[in-house]
Every structure is written in structure tokens, then in C-alpha cells.
């Protein structure tokens, strides 16, 4: 009975030796990705950070643009008004 007590615990042994190392390299596997995951997500967020200085550069042009639009075409009304104003002083010239 010893021998078979034996035998089974070396098989035992074996399978527990065999179940460690698939763990082992289930762990390696798995710290593997998770080091591959965190390369990802630092590359997400430097271009992140990209994406962020560069939508703040447009609002600035943006709000530029807006500022010169907005002075020209106050620019421009000034100008319709002040030929209007003097279309009208002709026009009150020319007919008496």
C-alpha cells in the first residue's frame, strides 16, 4: 500500500508542478499584457495631450477669426450707411 501511496503522491506531485508552471506562465502572459496595456495607454494620452493643445491653438485662431468678422462687418455697415447717406444727399440734389 505504500508504493501505490507513493505513486500517487508523486503523481500528485507532478500535477501540482505541471498546474504551477501553466500558472506561472498564465502570470507572465498576463503581466505581458498589462505591461503592453500600460504602453497603450500612455501613447493614448500623449496624443491626448496633442489633441487637447491643438483644440485650444483652434479655439484661439477661432475666436480671432470671429473678432476680425466681426470688425469687418461693422466696417462694412459703416460704409453701406455712410454711401446710403450719401446716395440720398444726390438724390436730393438732383431732385429738387
Known amino acids: 500500500m505504500t508504493r501505490k501511496v507513493a505513486a500517487m503522491d508523486a503523481k500528485e506531485a507532478e500535477e501540482v ?10 502570470a507572465a502572459a498576463s503581466a ?10 500612455e501613447a493614448a494620452l500623449a496624443r491626448l495631450a496633442v489633441a487637447e493643445e491643438g483644440e485650444e491653438r483652434l479655439c484661439v485662431q ?3 477669426l470671429e473678432a476680425e468678422a466681426m470688425a469687418q462687418a461693422v466696417e462694412y455697415q459703416q460704409r453701406v ?3 446710403s447717406d450719401r446716395l440720398a444727399f444726390v438724390d436730393g440734389i438732383l431732385r429738387p
Open 17 to 26: 508542478m505541471r498546474r504551477n508552471a501553466e500558472l506561472e506562465a498564465a
Open 62 to 64: 477661432l475666436g480671432e
Open 32 to 41: 505581458a499584457r498589462e505591461e503592453r496595456l500600460r504602453r497603450e495607454l
Open 81 to 83: 450707411r455712410e454711401l
